[in-house]
């Protein structure tokens, strides 16, 4: 038997990574997946443990706990299996990769840490365990700020090193625009552009995604919530769609971003049916060209003056405060510009509560330097498209109200944010 072993350790592990594709594709509970993992015990199960060799003996713990531990109701027993393999062969990498996973998805992120470690220890360089490690990193409790930015920080550069481990893997792409969305969220100077790179490792990602035919529903997620954060909600509605489809789950973000653009066209339309007299007042009041209020100076205009580079301020007024989820760090209004141009300005990392109390629709006055713009296109329930512009400020501040000399810094916040265990632990 023992002659037979290596063969069937072979077969094994070729099983063992057809049912890890069915799991993750979210088939658990279906025939094909149950099957799979029956045939596979049903492989091991023909292995006299008196006849397999030490190492032998530690890849078959490492085989048939992974099996175990890909299922809920098995998950202790899989890991008490791995712990074994480990024990047995303190050099298998994949042993180490696999009760660190699970030690990871009961939430002992230490015990995982510490497994992870122990996968890229010496010269070793691991790319499953590099992005593990950069998972468990942005979600290790810090008692200090600065203890969570370094956590961030660090978390990118083991990305950054999976992926140079293999340039053509699609996980180590997604983990890569997962690392770089959250290490902006904690590092605020760098969120704009962190968000530019979370988005182009992104694409990279659904590029090789493609090419090999999966459908990875975490690199949807993941890339809808940098998409839904930032404002961009036909393209975030377009990600977490991906996700149902390739998982049937219902998500809440689905409804909750078509709540807000149904509450956003409302606006819109409430506007549009103020009393002209009205309109023309909130219009006149607000300036345009050289602004001056006492040592402050500024070009001001609206949308038409800032693209066309004749003013470097952009000044609106408040129309209505949009609702904002509970625990966001953004708060977003519809503002109109003196040419009668509506659109949706966004706040980022503000103190969300304090800031919008001072908002008052038809009245506040916000002067908006460095504004960031975007167009957002959304397809609504009923078949229509809804169009409008959207202006970021990417810090509060940018951001003054009804005079330039004050700022609305002291309301600065930062997210209390990461991303790798949106759908699944990837």
Known sequence: MGDEAPDVLRDAVEKLG?????????????????????????SLDGLSEADIRRPQKAEVARIRGECLGAFPETAKQGEELLAKAVKLAPKNINAWNGLGELQFARGDLEAAQTCFERAIVGE??????????????????ASKPEDKVANFALALEKAKAALKCNMQDPYSWSVLGNAYFAEGMVNTASAASHKQRATQAYAQA?????????????????????????????????????????????????PAIRSRIDKTKAAIDCFGKVKPKKVSETLAGIPDGEFSQGAQMAKVGGLASLRGGAADCLVCRCVEVLPIPEGQTSTSALCVDRDGSLFVLSVFFCD????????????????????????????????SVLEYAG????HPALVSLNQLGSHLGSHAASADFSTGQAVSAS
């Not at 090999?212 to 990600?239: I, K, M, P, Q």
């Not at 509560?353 to 504004?371: A, E, Y």
């Open 391 to 394: 202006v970021r400020a990417l």
């Open 124 to 141: 070793a360089t691991d790319c499953v365990a590099l992005r593990r490690l950069s998972m468990v990193l942005r979600r290790l409790p």
């Open 18 to 42: 057809a049912l890890k594709t069915l799991v993750d594709a979210f088939v658990r509970d279906e025939p094909a997946c149950l099957k799979a993992r029956d045939q596979l015990l049903h």
């Open 206 to 254: 659904e590029t090789l995604f493609q090419k090999a035919s999966v459908a990875d529903a975490d690199l949807h997620f993941n890339r809808g919530t940098l998409r839904a954060f930032w404002g961009e909600y036909g393209l975030a509605l377009d990600d977490f769609n991906a996700v149902v489809a390739a998982t049937g789950m219902q998500l809440p973000q689905v």
């Open 352 to 383: 969300v509560k304090n800031l919008t109390k001072q908002l008052s629709p038809l009245k506040t006055l916000l002067f908006v330097r460095k504004p960031d713009f975007h167009c957002v296109s959304v397809q609504l329930s009923d078949g």
